[in-house]
């Protein structure tokens, strides 16, 4: 077997692991809705996840294990996905904030970094930051 298709095989489970997590996000309430449903069909086609693999993922039972990049940026990535799907009905309750921190901790973040990147997480893409923080992202 080629070198090359042991990393594809490989980059597709981290795939399938990440879209597994971004599913559990979504059900995290008890029901995924159609705005929910349409933010996981975008990130199905984006990871390259298969029908099958999808009906699999959509059951009850999550058997993926949270796949940890190595890069900062590639974990901050997830946790971007992460908001993305919660914010998908535009509302973010209480469980799908503690199934992210239990996410940022499972990405390698230690509980109380986890919780602080949320919560400046949740302002930023809620709008609740102050214009401080406004101003410096909008120079960055």
């Given at each position: 077997?080629?070198?090359?298709?042991?990393?594809?095989?490989?980059?597709?489970?981290r795939n399938l692991a990440h879209f597994a997590t971004l599913a559990?996000?979504?059900?995290?309430?008890?029901?995924?809705?159609?705005?929910?449903?349409?933010?996981?069909?975008?990130?199905?086609?984006?990871?390259?996840?298969?029908?099958?693999?999808?009906?699999?993922?959509?059951?009850?039972?999550?058997?993926?294990?949270?796949?940890?990049?190595?890069?900062?940026?590639?974990?901050?990535?997830?946790?971007?996905?992460?908001?993305?799907?919660?914010?998908?009905?535009?509302?973010?309750?209480?469980a799908q904030k503690d199934l992210i921190v239990k996410y940022a901790?499972?990405?390698?973040?230690?509980?109380?970094k986890a919780h602080t990147l949320v919560d400046k997480s949740v302002?930023?893409?809620?709008?609740?930051?102050?214009?401080?923080?406004?101003?410096?992202?909008?120079?960055?």
């Amino acid at each position: 077997m080629p070198i090359l298709d042991l990393y594809e095989h490989g980059e597709q489970r981290r795939n399938l692991a990440h879209f597994a997590t971004l599913a559990s996000l979504a059900a995290a309430d008890g029901i995924i809705s159609e705005e929910e449903k349409a933010v996981l069909d975008k990130f199905a086609f984006r990871l390259n996840i298969t029908d099958a693999e999808y009906k699999e993922v959509m059951k009850k039972e999550n058997k993926y294990p949270i796949e940890t990049p190595h890069s900062s940026e590639r974990r901050l990535k997830r946790l971007f996905d992460f908001f993305g799907m919660a914010l998908a009905d535009q509302n973010i309750d209480e469980a799908q904030k503690d199934l992210i921190v239990k996410y940022a901790v499972g990405l390698g973040y230690s509980p109380e970094k986890a919780h602080t990147l949320v919560d400046k997480s949740v302002a930023i893409f809620t709008g609740k930051i102050d214009f401080e923080d406004y101003l410096f992202l909008m120079d960055k």
